[in-house]
T-cell receptor, first 114, second 116 residues
């Protein structure tokens, strides 16, 4: 089954403790991205990757890092989480970088930083 | 600046009634338009999309949307709502960056509640 898999689904952590949210897709998609969803703001793009070893900042990249060592994986790293990073995070992938291409989303990771 | 506006935060309809969710966008070029649905605890699922051609597009689950360039709108409709349609709905515009990558700009979402 074609899917985008995120882990963990839920995470509670303390301020400053490094964490990684994994994202994997099995559709051989080139383009992957991370979004955060906050009430009243919709989804905002954090980082994106056009292909292996090619990543760039989205609209809200502060406090996050990503890597793309393999085509299928695109982990999101919070080196020193803070409470304002409490949010619902989605990984998405699409076949190409074209704006008309459908994005497939993971089920989300609900992160709470205390 | 590009933006997407969904003016209704919540909408409540009775089961079997018709539905229209509003979406307005601001974008200088021809937009790629999407509607996504998010059921509780789930990721986003694509309902339908518009790129060009017929301005009335059909999607899954009986939804349709109409692109009106003059009004910069892409409203989502369904003639008869089912209880399982209760969810949050997001309108999005796909825009191309200068580096040829693209991003989706989302509206803030409309939560649909369905009365029995």
């Amino acid at each position: 089954e074609a899917q985008v898999t995120q882990n963990p689904r839920y995470l509670i952590t303390v301020t400053g403790k490094k964490l990684t949210v994994t994202c994997s897709q099995n559709m051989n998609h080139e383009y992957m991205s991370w979004y955060r969803q906050d009430p009243g703001l919709g989804l905002r793009q954090i980082y994106y990757s056009m292909n292996v070893e090619v990543t760039d900042k989205g609209d809200v990249p502060e406090g996050y890092k990503v890597s793309r060592k393999e085509k299928r994986n695109f982990p999101l790293i919070l080196e020193s989480p803070s409470p304002n990073q409490t949010s619902l995070y989605f990984c998405a992938s699409s076949l190409s970088i074209k704006g008309s291409t459908e994005a497939f989303f993971g089920q989300g990771t609900r992160l709470t930083v205390v | 600046a590009q933006s997407v506006t969904q003016p209704d935060i919540h909408i409540t309809v009775s089961e079997g009634a018709s539905l229209e969710l509003r979406c307005n966008y601001s974008y200088g070029a021809t937009p790629y338009l999407f509607w996504y649905v998010q059921s509780p605890g789930q990721g986003l699922q694509l309902l339908l999309k518009y790129f060009s051609g017929d301005t009335l597009v059909q999607g899954i689950k009986g939804f349709e949307a109409e692109f009106k360039r003059s009004q910069s709108s892409f409203n989502l409709r369904k003639p008869s709502v089912h209880w399982s349609d209760a969810a949050e709905y997001f309108c999005a515009v796909g825009i191309q960056r200068k580096d040829s990558s693209y991003k989706l700009i989302f509206g803030s979402g409309t939560r649909l509640l369905v009365r029995p």
